[in-house]
């Protein structure tokens, strides 16, 4: 047996990597944080992506071959998924909470360890692409496809909820910075495309190598799964729940109806009504409920009224008014004070809101804005 090890600045990384994502792993299961089942979720998901980076790396480096067989050498492709999609769950349904139900989403995963435990796969080198040269070759054959097809499906309904989720605060709230779930949608879109380039660069090994493409073209996939892993885990860990909570709560039982234009229209003018006379959007914690309450009629029924007739949702809407006070502040000889004080007092709840929503709606930064004013200001 060749004892023999393969170590290089880029499998060390890679295993760095992997190993500090099973830290966080652990960290997860032992933490008396509030959710809790949010971190067991995380804590599966970390240890179902780190599972095929360590497999790679080890068997690259050689102590999977030195090793002989052991858990390690598995990938459970049936846990990416279901592990990914689950924890998003915990983070957008603040009621969620897996129970035996969600179980059976870990079934094939149960029987995937069953299968790698089996002398019928531990005794046999299979090719994906080759003929199946036996009943052993085809169920090899029959798993790693349904594999392929459990990530993508499960991407796809991960994804699908993000972006439910990321359309549901613009709709009803004006203060999105601490609701936001960008640290977790951009990893996932981009383990999306990450799934995509690695099966296809497997595709291209076995199709037209024989499975002999060297290791070192899987190094910079290995490092982003390993270092997108553990971005994941970290912030996992450092957000909570709270400010996501109410999305799947806004699923009401009103009977939904048509209204017309002339409706919309009437209550349009109401709603503009208020925002000039009362200025609701002063304050920062306000919300489509909140708002919805004031004027007495269900939040449904006001975010059409703001879709359709200010053709915006509601993040826009609010924040629009709150950018014309700021620009009014400036106008009433206010622009020497701090910008961030002027955001504050117009309603902007953060820094960061504050700096995308101006951004957005002028097409130029506040200090920007404020420099042309007072050019303008000084001819």
């Known amino acids: 047996m060749d004892s023999s090890l393969n170590l290089n600045a880029w499998n060390l990384i890679i295993l760095i990597g992997a190993l500090h994502g099973l830290m966080i792993s652990l ?10 089942s949010g971190n067991i979720m995380l804590s599966l998901m ?11 790396v080890l068997h690259d480096m050689g ?3 030195s090793l002989g067989y052991s858990f390690l050498s598995v990938e459970l492709l049936y846990g990416l998924g279901p592990s990914l999609y689950l924890y998003t769950k915990t983070l957008t349904h603040a009621r969620f909470h897996p129970g035996k139900a969600d179980l059976l989403h870990f079934f094939p ?18 090719y994906f692409f080759a003929e199946p ?4 070759h085809f169920i090899w054959m029959v798993e790693q496809t349904g594999g392929i097809i459990s990530v993508f499906v499960y991407l796809f309904l991960t994804n699908r909820i993000l972006m439910k989720y990321s359309k549901w605060i613009r709709e009803n709230h004006s203060d999105i910075h601490k609701r936001t779930l960008s640290w977790l949608q951009k990893p996932v879109f981009l383990y999306t495309i990450f799934f995509i380039l690695w099966f296809s660069l497997r595709t291209i090994d076995v199709a037209q190598f024989d499975d002999n493409l060297d290791i070192s073209n899987y190094y ?35 009977t939904e109806q048509k209204n017309d234009r002339a409706r ?11 925002m000039s006379r009362e200025k609701p959007y002063l304050d920062s914690d306000l919300n489509l409920t909140v708002l919805a309450d004031h004027l007495q009629i269900n939040q449904r029924l006001l975010s059409e009224v703001i879709n359709s007739q200010a ?4 993040y826009e809407y609010i924040n629009g008014y709150r950018i014309e006070a700021f620009k009014q502040c400036l106008r009433a000889g206010d622009s020497k004070l701090p910008l961030i004080n002027l955001a504050y007092d117009c309603g902007f709840g953060s820094k960061a809101t504050f700096n995308h929503a101006f951004k957005k709606n002028t097409g130029m930064t506040p200090s920007r804005y404020r420099k042309n004013f007072q050019n303008q200001r000084e001819r």
């Open 46 to 56: 970390l240890l179902f992506y780190t599972l095929p980076v360590l497999r790679v």
């Open 133 to 136: 040269i036996d009943t052993d």
């Open 220 to 254: 910079p996939f290995l490092l982003f799964l390993s270092l997108g892993t553990y971005w994941i885990g970290t912030q996992g860990y450092l957000h909570t729940q709270v400010l996501t909570a109410g999305f799947d709560q806004d699923r009401e039982k009103e």
């Open 311 to 314: 053709e915006a949702s509601f």
């Open 264 to 274: 919309l229209g009437v209550l349009f003018e109401e709603l503009e009504s208020v």
């Open 109 to 126: 995963v149960a029987l995937e360890i069953i299968y790698y435990s089996s002398p019928f796969y531990q005794r046999h080198e299979f």
């Open 63 to 65: 102590f999977i071959r």
């Open 27 to 36: 960290l997860l299961v032992l933490s008396r944080r509030n959710r809790k």
